[in-house]
Nanobody
Framework: QVQLVESGGGLVQAGGSLRLSCVAS????????MGWFRQAPGKEREFVAA????????YYADSVKGRFTISRDNAKNTMYLQMNSLKPEDTAVYLC????????????????WGRGTQVTVSS
């Protein structure tokens, strides 16, 4: 069992930045591929970014490519999402997930989920 806890969300103006963190506990963090998803009210859960076990390869949704950066520190059992040039359409609950398939972009390929952190971008 892996427990995931997100933090770092908040209210920011368009064009601003936020850095999300996801701290894992319970199992060996480096055993898992990790991902970030987001879900806005009334919408399906959407892939944002993913990172391989050792952090060597990253994947991004087209909507965030060039603005967001995913990273991980296996020594700290933590994954990050640096979000720059935020837009109102980035407003959502951001969730981190752990799984066994590297680069997975579909929610059903992840096994463990955090509860999420709210990101609100005002125009």
């Amino acid at each position: 069992q892996v427990q995931l806890v997100e933090s770092g969300g908040g209210l920011v103006q368009a064009g601003g930045s936020l850095r999300l963190s996801c701290v894992a506990s319970g199992r060996t963090f480096s055993d898992y591929a990790m991902g970030w998803f987001r879900q806005a009210p009334g919408k399906e859960r959407e892939f944002v970014a993913a990172i391989t076990r050792r952090g060597g390869i990253t994947y991004y949704a087209d909507s965030v490519k060039g603005r967001f950066t995913i990273s991980r520190d296996n020594a700290k059992n933590t994954m990050y999402l640096q979000m720059n040039s935020l837009k109102p359409e980035d407003t959502a609950v951001y969730l981190c997930a752990a799984g066994y398939i590297e680069g997975a972009a579909r929610p059903q390929w992840y096994v463990y989920w955090g509860r999420g952190t709210q990101v609100t971008v005002s125009s």
